[in-house]
């Protein structure tokens, strides 16, 4: 048998799986599915409508996948073209949402995230790769958070809103500004703190770049140092997108 599912699990017509996949108790799975190999999916998760799967992502229960996008009074959309779709290698907590798109033509997640339990992807998110989002961190529809970003305890991300490459949103933090790459905020409203260095270490940048970007980091934010610095540029292009947004932004 190419994949393990549990006989109490509910699976729709159209759904289609790749192998060694373990489908866990009262799964339920109806719509346009597609599901890779090596996955496993626990008990009591929902996955709805038009959801593509990659491999070996750990679902571990009670989660709901490719609901409708909470659009509150307006009513809740439905597009037929739209889809869910997640990369490979993937943690996914208990009681996580992840809803389809509105506007775009996909909800996406790339690889190696980890979203911990109750963490909320809404309709038209495009969260990239190696992002964390601890328990309970809501981000808005429409967000863009870029690889490496940690989304923290409880935090709180306006719609439409971009949380830049390994940006750290702090806990119970109340994000209503675009965040730009390598920078840690904090706050209600969240405000710039300071550089992200403990993330970019991990990563492993050097020293002498990490003190180069610390010891001119104000500056670096304002748009008043320039560098051939990797972090430096980045932020610098940032800026140049987002520039009515970020001058107010240090704290």
Request: glycine share 12%; proline share 3%.
């Amino acid at each position: 048998m190419q994949n393990n599912i549990h006989k109490t699990a509910q699976i729709g017509s159209k759904v289609k799986f790749g192998k060694n996949n373990t489908i866990g108790p009262n799964v339920v799975m109806d719509g346009d599915i597609t599901i890779g190999d090596n996955n496993v999916i626990g008990l009591n998760t929902m996955i709805l409508n038009n959801v593509s799967i990659g491999n070996g992502n750990k679902i571990v229960g009670a989660s709901s996948i490719g609901s409708l996008g909470e659009m509150g009074t307006k009513g809740d959309i439905f597009l037929e073209d739209g889809k869910v779709i997640i990369g490979n290698n993937n943690t996914i907590r208990e009681f996580v949402t992840i809803n389809s798109p509105v506007r775009k033509e996909a909800t996406s997640i790339g690889d190696n995230c980890y979203f911990m339990a109750r963490s909320h992807i809404p309709h038209d998110a495009d969260v990239r790769n190696n992002v964390v989002m601890a328990t309970n961190s809501l981000i808005g529809g429409g967000s863009v958070v870029y690889n490496y970003a940690y989304i923290g305890l409880g935090s709180i991300t306006h719609q439409w809103t971009d949380i830049g490459e390994s940006a750290m949103v702090g806990l119970q933090a109340a994000v209503i500004k675009h965040v730009p790459p390598f920078c840690t905020v904090t706050g209600i409203p969240a405000k710039i703190l300071k550089l992200n260095r403990t993330g970019l270490e991990r990563r492993g940048f050097t020293v002498e770049v990490l003190d180069e970007v610390e010891q001119n980091f104000k500056d670096i934010i304002m748009g008043h140092y320039m560098s051939k610095n990797e972090i430096v540029i980045k932020i610098g292009a940032f800026l140049e997108k987002y520039p009515e947004a970020l001058k107010s932004f240090m704290k």
